[in-house]
């Protein structure tokens, strides 16, 4: 929609959130291989500031690498206003950071579904209100990148809590992909399917034992399917480069969100087989 985009990222300032770990971690080391001066955050210092060496390392100017929870409005609001006052109005926010949680509807606790919303949901709007209006007002070439998941796209079983954020990432993302457009700030709406970050390890499953066998055979089958952090960073680089507003890690969530508009049977067939497949590996496991 942009008429103008980011095609070189050299001086650009670019801010990564989630830069820790992970895609997040992998899009600001290419974003330091391609000269983008970072500004960093994630929840976790330690990793972060490992993140900022490696970037300096590789040449690159890292202006700001800062720890603090995206779910805190006032960090975020003060982060935002400090970098800007600091550095300038960014060029690019790639929104990375998010958490995940799996599990059946009757045994999804409350604060599950809450921690899904406030952390990928509204730590997206805090970041969108941080830097948005600023970059509104510089009217330069920009872009916008948020990491919603397949799980925003399609409806997969065991994803209720999670999909509820990463649909609404996607409704943000396509509101202001129109709404930015006039200002030549493209709007990206990240899909990766599976991805093998750390998070894979750490993913809650509600009522079910992480150290169990039969869930260690069936993360190990993920992680075989999975592209890893480097690739999906290289996607989505690429992605932003072409101004494509969906951008798929791998082509198996390209061909499910085709099936669910264009073959909606096929699709349905498809998320019952998954359902079957994940009830059949909690057996045993679940209540």
């Not at 992970?22 to 899009?27: K, L, P, T």
């Not at 400090?82 to 999804?108: C, K, Q, T, Y």
């Not at 509820?164 to 899909?191: M, Q, T």
């Not at 960073?233 to 969530?253: C, F, H, K, N, Q």
């Amino acid at each position: 929609m942009s008429r103008r985009r980011i095609t070189d990222y050299r001086g650009r300032t670019c801010v990564v959130t989630g830069a820790a770990s992970g895609i997040g971690r992998s899009v600001a080391i290419r974003l330091a291989g391609e000269g983008a001066r970072l500004v960093l955050t994630d929840l976790r210092d330690e990793g972060l500031q490992a993140t900022a060496r490696d970037c300096r390392v590789s040449g690159a100017t890292v202006l700001v690498a800062e720890a603090f929870d995206l779910t805190d409005h006032e960090a975020v609001t003060a982060f935002g206003e400090r970098v800007i006052a600091e550095h300038g109005v960014p060029d690019a926010v790639f929104h990375v950071a998010g958490n995940s949680a799996w599990g059946r509807p009757d045994l999804l606790e409350h604060r599950v579904w809450r921690s899904m919303v406030e952390v990928n949901l509204m730590g997206t709007i805090h970041v969108i209100e941080a830097f948005i209006p600023a970059m509104m007002t510089a009217k330069k070439p920009g872009a916008l990148v948020m990491v919603s998941s397949a799980a925003g796209l399609l409806g997969l079983p065991w994803h209720a809590a999670y999909s509820a954020a990463k649909f609404g990432i996607r409704g943000i993302a396509e509101v202001l992909r129109f709404d930015l457009a006039p200002y030549d700030i493209g709007v990206h709406l990240v899909c990766p399917g599976a991805v093998d970050t750390p998070l894979v390890g750490t993913i809650e499953i509600a009522g079910v034992d992480r150290s169990n066998p039969e869930v260690a055979r069936t993360a190990a089958q993920f992680q075989r399917h999975a592209v890893t952090p480097d690739q999906a960073a290289e996607s989505i680089l690429e992605g932003v480069r072409r101004g494509r507003y969906i951008v798929y890690t791998s082509p198996d969530i390209r061909l499910a969100f085709a099936a669910q508009k264009f073959a909606p049977p096929l699709y349905g067939l498809a998320m019952r087989a998954i359902g079957r497949k994940i009830n059949r590996a909690g057996e045993g496991i679940l209540p």
